[in-house]
């Protein structure tokens, strides 16, 4: 038995067996037309929900809330990419609801006036989904206490069960048993037996584990003894983001403290995350900082990097992305002085990103509006970016991928300033460094699980 106490919590006890919650990633429809009548409905019930706990509320302020939650579910350009989503992709309801509003809400936030209420959209497309999985996947167990990183307004008013979150204290009130600010609270929970008592929350040794529910994140298989540390959480993910960090100086990417680095947390809605100012010679995987994809830091004593909004931004945006590369590396940092697109000068870089590497608009770095720039100049298919005045930044399906890019990039700026003092650069045409790329990703290295291969067959290259 081990006590963690929570920040605070609505009181109640409580005991029970934890299932992380959190929509289904990528649920698909067996008829997309009914699918396409259940969004609809669940949309017409949500909203006819929130119109009466509207009038329940007892401040205008708490009304105004939950009337923006409802007039951001009523909103047509969400409603109509969601069904177009199950139509022609082939998604459940739930899925849509969460991967159209990602789509809509990324175009909402590039106006200040609009970033609350996208926000909103993501948020209440979150709830939809729940509500709409709960309604056709199987029953939670009748002693089911619900775990997350936190918990919406929405969420917490339709919360029938007891329930613990990570965040910080609610801005609504429910009547439900709830644990907030929970230390270590994380997927790796999910199947463990817990007693809730107040803001203390006591958890069983793993001999009673369950698992199974498709909304539920598959537990770690790892449990401390009474009187020995915690495990640390995620921490594959922290030891990727600290080996990387520390190659990243060796190989003089950055210099002193600079640069950052990400990767996201397989299994999770979170990504970790380079500590801000900290030397990579004294890092440690410890240090690395586990978010959610508001930001939010939901593990870890450090205080996150500096640029975390761009690559919130850029996990958000890009679903494919599942590494991120922030370097200062020289000749590719003075390329991107020059405010101009970098282009394909070497086989190796067409290799790695194809086409033309473009340049961001000068923004100040580690704001809102350097993220926006970054992910908005990427673009939904490029592999790399510069940053006007800063350094670039690398993305790929894996850290290592992303990496790769980093490193490719500043090979290739090197080659460019040296072929430009001898001469005028013959560049790649551009049919030829997309066949090059294709080829790369396709079959260069050693196959991947499930890809098949005839030996020898290999892209351009080494």
Known sequence: MRTVMGEGCWPGKAQGVVVWWSPVADGMADDRALEILAFRDGVVRAAAGLETWCDR???????????????????????????????????????????????????????????ERAGRLESAARWLAGRLDRATGPELPPDA???????????????????????????????????????????????????IDGPAVMLDLPDSRRTGY????????????????????????????????????????????????????????FFAITPSGMDYDTLLPGDVCILDTSGKVINGHRRPSTETPMHRACYERRP???????????????????????????????????GTIKCAP????GTEEFARAAVDTLGSESLA??????????????????????????????IYHIARQLGDPIMIPAEERDRMFREYRQSYGQPRPGQSREPGSRAAGS
Not at 84 to 94: K, R, V
Not at 230 to 255: F, I, N, S, T
Not at 326 to 349: D, N, Q, R, V
């Open 214 to 269: 498709p909304w539920a994140l598959l537990p770690c298989s790892i449990e401390a003894s009474p009187g020995e540390d915690a495990p640390m959480l995620y921490e594959e993910a922290r030891k990727a983001v600290c080996d990387a960090a520390k190659r990243m100086q060796r190989d003089g990417l950055v210099k002193l403290t600079s640069g950052n680095i990400s990767c996201r947390v397989p299994g999770t809605g």
């Open 57 to 115: 509320q007892e401040t205008l302020a708490e009304r105004l809330v939950f009337q923006g939650y409802k007039e951001v579910l009523l909103e047509d350009a969400w409603s109509r990419r969601a069904c177009a989503l199950i139509d022609t992709e082939g998604f459940s309801a739930g899925t849509a609801a969460v991967k159209a509003a990602g789509q809509v809400a990324g175009i909402m936030s590039r106006s200040d006036d609009l970033r």
């Open 385 to 414: 970016v510069l940053f006007q005045n800063h350094g670039v930044m690398a993305v790929g399906r894996t850290l290592k991928e992303a990496y790769s890019v980093a490193v490719g990039l500043e090979e290739a700026a090197m």
């Open 320 to 354: 494919d992305v599942g590494g991120i590369v922030h370097t200062h590396s020289i000749y590719a940092s003075a390329f991107a002085c020059l405010g101009k697109e970098m282009p394909i000068i070497s086989t190796e870089l067409a290799m790695l990103v194809g």
């Open 362 to 365: 000068y923004a100040k770095s």
């Open 145 to 195: 206490i619900l775990a997350a990183a936190d918990l919406s307004p929405l969420e917490l008013l339709d919360l029938q069960r007891p329930a613990l979150i990570a965040g910080p204290e609610p801005s609504v009130r429910s009547d439900g048993v709830l644990v907030w600010g929970v230390p270590g609270l994380g997927p790796d929970w999910h199947g463990r037996r817990v007693t």
